[in-house]
């Protein structure tokens, strides 16, 4: 017959797994991105709420995530959706430290393929920035007008800001961290650097990310446009700040996702693009017009990985955004 713990070693035994518990939870978090993590959340409180609902337990059965899944599939008639879907089990399995193998064959798999098969067609992704259109920023944006206050140049900083995007091969979620601040701008001679606090997806660390000066003496590109706008700022404050509908910027705080798509859009129709065209553009334009320009100049692809902030060098294919001229070219060199 076994003998049972005494009291004290019971109680430090509870203790020590409380506090695994609480480690592993919390270590569970940090392994995915803040961003992924989120969106797992969401997923699995509807989940939650599902199971609820019906009456199911927790651990759910493989028959409760499967009706789940469905439900979700003939729904909303996408892939993302089921795809997240599906990530909404396992990641309740990876907080709670329960097995997933359950969810992981038979039943649960077949509606992603599913949804994958229902749903295939060319991928549609926004159109990235030329080069042509991003030397228009500066000459028709990335100026200060003398007869504003500096809380009133939004174009200035818009157009700055779209410039500094497609120079550093920024996503929005890469801009809207950048500031003019000592700690997280350096000006020197030749070039600026930025420091970028983190990369989205995590897969590189911060890191200062630079601008360089034009060659020519007389050539005024980004980096200028960029002293411009720092000194309209006050050097402080977001490189890409909110606005009001009256137009007075606010430094102090960065500028949302849907008006910085929107003021985008304004700013290309008001260069001349059809406004049709220009609803194609969208947050990840400047990322995927500079990633292609910097192809097109036989730029290293560890050069652009570089700047991108991936590992894999593959993982740079999604954002150039190849056109017939390129593929042409590529069937010119085969001869014939």
Known sequence: MAQSLPAAE???????????QA???????LSRTPSTSRGLANHGLKLL?????????LLPSQQAVTDY???ISLERRNVGAASNAWGAPLNLCRVSAWADGLYRAGAPLAPLPAMHRICRHTQKKSVGLTLAIVRAFPDCYAWARPSRAAAHQLELAFGCAIVIAYKILARYADLFQLRWGASHCHVDHDHVSFWLETRKTHQEGGGFLDVARPPGPRERGAYH????????AGGTGYVLPATDASGRVNHHTPMSYAAYVRILRHSLT?????????MTFAGQSPRAGGAT???????RPEG?????????INSILTYNRADIGDRLEASRTLGL
């Open 10 to 20: 019971i109680y430090t035994a509870a203790g020590e797994r409380a506090r695994l």
């Open 23 to 29: 480690g592993y939870r919390e270590l569970a978090d």
């Open 49 to 57: 709420w599902l199971l609820a609902s019906r009456g199911h337990p």
């Open 69 to 71: 899944l469905t439900f």
């Open 225 to 232: 446009a960029i002293l411009e706008a720092r000194a309209a």
């Open 270 to 278: 008001q260069l001349g693009v059809d406004p049709a065209h220009a």
């Open 293 to 299: 320009e910097a192809a097109r100049a036989r730029v």
């Open 304 to 312: 652009i990985a570089l700047l991108a902030g991936v590992k894999d």
